[in-house]
């Protein structure tokens, strides 16, 4: 069974602060593995999605980085903004049976300090 | 990216009561809409796959005549909480299946029973 595990839960850094997030996964057969945002009683954003074939992929201030056999992601955040402040997400697809589930960590609650 | 409502977005209920979830794709035609429910501190669990026009399929754990799922139009899925009880208190997040192995996800509903 498929587990997602995001460390830290929470975190708390001055603006302007570079920041990683760690995502892992129990089980490397994956289909990709998505980076989210959730802001408070709101639903979900996609930052980034990375294909199993693929290592990173960046956006603006954020850099994913995928290394599928040892079933890690991170999450990089480039100097941080109060803006940033919200509960990112990390989520794999796995890659039996066909299924579109998703499989997702509990977050890592960020708070950037103005 | 597509945009997704949900109706309503808070609701409180007593006991005993069913309620209505409605998730809306608003400008993309939606064959597969996805249903997830978030306890607080906890993971994003999906619960189940509405197809239009077919029956939903259940994750497993989910009880079916308990979590009742309508998707008669393509741009809208309904799940309902039926004889809904205090434990089923939580945030369900619909999402619509997008282009590029993408979910769009709405802004949940967050669900209080007495």
């Known amino acids: 069974k498929q587990e997602v595990t995001q460390i830290p839960a929470a975190l708390s850094v001055p603006e302007g602060e570079n920041l990683v997030l760690n995502c892992s996964f129990t089980?490397?057969?994956?289909?990709?593995l998505q980076w989210f945002r959730q802001d408070p009683g709101k639903g979900l954003t996609s930052l980034l999605l990375?294909?199993?074939?693929?290592r990173e992929q960046t956006s603006g201030r954020l850099n994913a980085s995928l290394d599928k056999s040892s079933g890690r992601s991170t999450l990089y955040i480039a100097a941080s903004q109060p803006g940033d402040s919200a509960t990112y997400l990390c989520?794999?697809?796995?890659?039996?049976?066909?299924?579109?589930?998703?499989?997702f960590g509990k977050g890592t609650k960020l708070t950037v300090n103005p | 990216g597509a945009v997704v409502s949900q109706h309503p977005s808070r609701v409180i209920c007593k006991s005993g009561t069913s309620v209505k979830i409605e998730c809306r794709s608003l400008?993309?035609?939606?064959?597969?809409m996805f249903w997830y429910r978030q306890f607080p501190k906890q993971s994003l669990m999906l619960m189940a796959t509405?197809?239009?026009?077919?029956?939903?399929?259940?994750e497993q754990g989910v009880e079916k005549d308990k979590f009742l799922i309508n998707h008669a139009s393509l741009t809208l899925s309904t799940l309902t909480v039926t004889s809904a009880h205090p434990e089923d208190s939580s945030f369900y997040i619909c999402?619509?299946?997008?282009?590029?192995?993408?979910?769009?996800f709405g802004p949940g509903t967050r669900l209080t029973v007495l």
């Open positions: 999402s619509v299946r997008g282009g590029l192995d993408t979910q769009y």
């Open positions: 089980d490397s057969a994956i289909y990709n």
């Open positions: 990375i294909q199993s074939s693929q």
């Open positions: 989520a794999v697809r796995p890659l039996q049976g066909g299924s579109e589930k998703l499989v």
């Open positions: 400008d993309f035609q939606a064959t597969t």
């Open positions: 509405s197809n239009e026009g077919s029956k939903a399929t259940y």
